[in-house]
């Protein structure tokens, strides 16, 4: 009879635990990264803050593990939530050890019973008591894989270093906020895990950034090419220098512009061939005609940018003439002795 009222009893405290939330203990084992002390079946030492290290009656075996990642790395953490508690997780990085993790966040409790010390789960993503923060500093992820029921299997979820941080003592915190749950002592609303990491090497995005600028170097080429391609081509000293010159520019365009070559290309062809051939053929040509009509005459009036071409064209021309009338003149003086 005194069995039979020793296992009642035991039955009745059993279903009780079933039916109260508040008696319920969530816990959770770290998967990855690696944890820095042996975990137990249920992820045991995890209540004391920050990492575990001090909980009543477990003591914390470190396993001396450091994972090495590089700055500004994505990694991807690990967990299997053993006991299912409504909640969401966080993730904290200190360049100091466990000593240099911030303590926990403040929970406003849902009213004065002892259950209601953590708040509750409205929705499986709506928690009063605590409300995730928009992650800065040493806070890198808040408000992970929120939940109001149990999981099934592990859950992983991401977390990207900073780009600009290097050390050899980091900690990687991974911690439960738990809702709808009695205080834990030690640990109040959270249950803790850490990581020893190292963060070393050149960053992630280190080649990212490199072949930006690279490409904004090129095209940076390009647009050199265009602007020397169009002067080469309005600077030409003369009707036929002018043409060459125009595409010559075309040409140092071509060369300027590798990266860009519509830029280097057209603009230095349209250069050479339009202003120098323009300067060159055309006035060239008009600067002649005033020559041989006039001697020394100036030039075409073609426009601004090819006047020097004309002016050289003419002066040739009315040499031209000159020595054509000096050869006459000295054709009618022998005639003249012979006569």
Not at 139 to 163: E, I, M, R
Not at 183 to 197: M, R
């Amino acid at each position: 009879m005194r069995k039979l009222r020793v296992m009642t009893a035991a039955m009745a405290a059993g279903a009780l635990g079933l039916l109260v939330p508040g008696l319920a203990r969530a816990h959770f084992t770290l998967n990855s990264p690696m944890n820095w002390a042996q975990q137990g079946s249920l992820g045991v030492p995890e209540k004391s803050a920050p990492c575990g290290q001090a909980d009543p009656g477990t003591a914390a075996v470190a396993t001396g593990i450091v994972t090495t990642y590089r700055p500004g790395q994505k990694i991807t953490v690990s967990i299997t939530e053993d006991v299912p508690h409504p909640g969401f997780y966080r993730a904290v990085l200190s360049q100091n050890g466990m000593n240099g993790l911030p303590m926990d966040p403040m929970v406003t409790p849902a009213s004065t019973a002892p259950n209601d010390a953590c708040g509750t789960a409205t929705s499986a993503t709506t928690f009063t008591g605590l409300t995730p923060q928009t992650p800065s500093g040493a806070l890198l992820v808040d408000g992970a894989l929120k939940h109001n029921a149990a999981f099934t299997g592990a859950q992983t979820f991401d977390v990207t270093l900073p780009s600009n941080v290097t050390c050899t003592n980091c900690v990687l915190q991974i911690e439960e906020f738990m809702s709808n749950h009695g205080l834990n002592n030690p640990g109040g609303c959270f249950y803790h895990h850490c990581a020893n990491i190292a963060i070393q090497g050149t960053p992630v995005d280190g080649g990212m950034s490199g072949g930006t600028d690279a490409g904004s170097d090129a095209k940076a080429g390009g647009s050199g090419g265009a602007t020397g391609t169009g002067m080469g081509g309005k600077t030409g000293t003369g009707g036929s220098s002018a043409g060459v010159g125009g595409m010559s520019g075309g040409t140092a365009g071509m060369s300027g512009g590798t990266a860009g070559m519509s830029g280097g290309g057209e603009a230095g062809m349209s250069g050479g061939s339009t202003a120098g051939m323009s300067g060159g053929s055309t006035a060239g040509t008009s600067g002649g005609t005033a020559g041989m009509s006039g001697g020394n005459g100036t030039g075409g009036s073609k426009n601004n940018d090819s006047s020097g071409g004309c002016s050289i064209a003419s002066g040739a021309s009315g040499s031209a003439a000159s020595l054509v009338g000096l050869l006459i003149a000295v054709v009618l003086i022998r005639r003249r002795r012979r006569a």
